[in-house]
């Protein structure tokens, strides 16, 4: 096993949209963005009356959040998919490292539907087992 840590890539050809989807990411999560969006609004909601609630009034929101909402659907799964990918890299690694975990734990994010049913119904049954033995147990310490 390998305990260095792989360098970071000095690649040229660096993951630049990555690098843009996780800085909006933090920005656009943060309470100064939410405060932001609820000013838009608020100062949208005012001008209403201005506007005579007219057609044109309604549709610059209407196509300003679908267009945030479209733009942001990319950004958060951008994000999401690479938090879920460092994750189970995380896990690989203490899998790999506990001599006594199961290395076909490995990577079974890529396993069907099915596989990963029958891996669950395996662990449920360890569950069941395990909650059974501490009934035993706790009944046992009654019993004394």
Known sequence: MNDKAPARSENPH????????NSCSSYLGSRWAFAAAVGVIIIWAITGP??????????????????VTFLMVFL??????????AINLKLNELIESIKAAKNEMIDI?????????????RY????????????????????S
């Open 14 to 21: 660096q993951d630049h949209f990555g690098k843009f989807a």
């Open 50 to 67: 201005i506007y005579h609630y007219s057609d044109t009034w309604q549709l610059v929101i209407n196509t300003g959040t679908t267009i």
């Open 76 to 85: 958060i799964q951008n994000t999401q998919n690479r938090d879920a990918r």
């Open 109 to 121: 994010e890529h396993l069907s539907d099915a596989e990963l049913d029958v891996l669950a119904h």
């Open 124 to 143: 449920e049954v360890i569950r069941a087992e395990a909650a059974e033995r501490r009934v035993v147990t706790e009944s046992d310490r009654k019993a």
